[in-house]
């Protein structure tokens, strides 16, 4: 049974930082393209960042450019978000997804294209 699951949300003060996993079972992990979307209350669903399945290749949204990093771990079917200077506008439910191999990171976090979600996890930065 294919699942994602994400952990490591919580609450955290404005200037912390948070790193979210995401852990995949029940399928070819590498073979297939990651992503980190958010969704906060009353606002659409945003592509934070995706990586390709090699590692090679990622995307960012221009609102995390330079303050969250996206990296794999194949061996361990996981993949990291390390969020560092987390401002109040960055709570939301952070969702992990995947998309075939074929899917570029730009279609994936750009367009939403994706073949399977997790459930989520909540990140709240507040003082």
């Known amino acids: 049974q294919l699942q994602l699951v994400e952990s490591g949300g919580g609450l955290v003060q404005p200037g912390g930082s948070l790193r979210l996993s995401c852990t995949a079972s029940g399928f070819k992990f590498d073979y297939f393209t990651i992503g980190w979307f958010r969704q906060a209350p009353g606002k659409e669903r945003e592509g934070v960042s995706c990586i390709s399945h090699t590692g090679g290749s990622t995307n960012y949204a221009d609102s995390v450019k330079g303050r969250f990093t996206i990296s794999r771990d194949n061996a361990k079917n996981t993949v990291y978000l390390q969020m560092n200077s987390l401002k109040p506008e960055d709570t939301a439910v952070y969702y992990c997804?995947?998309?075939?191999?074929?899917?570029?990171?730009?279609?994936?976090?750009?367009?939403?294209?994706?073949?399977?979600w997790g459930q989520g996890t909540q990140v709240t930065v507040s003082s």
């Open positions: 997804a995947a998309a075939v191999v074929l899917t570029t990171v730009q279609a994936m976090c750009v367009l939403g294209k994706s073949n399977y």
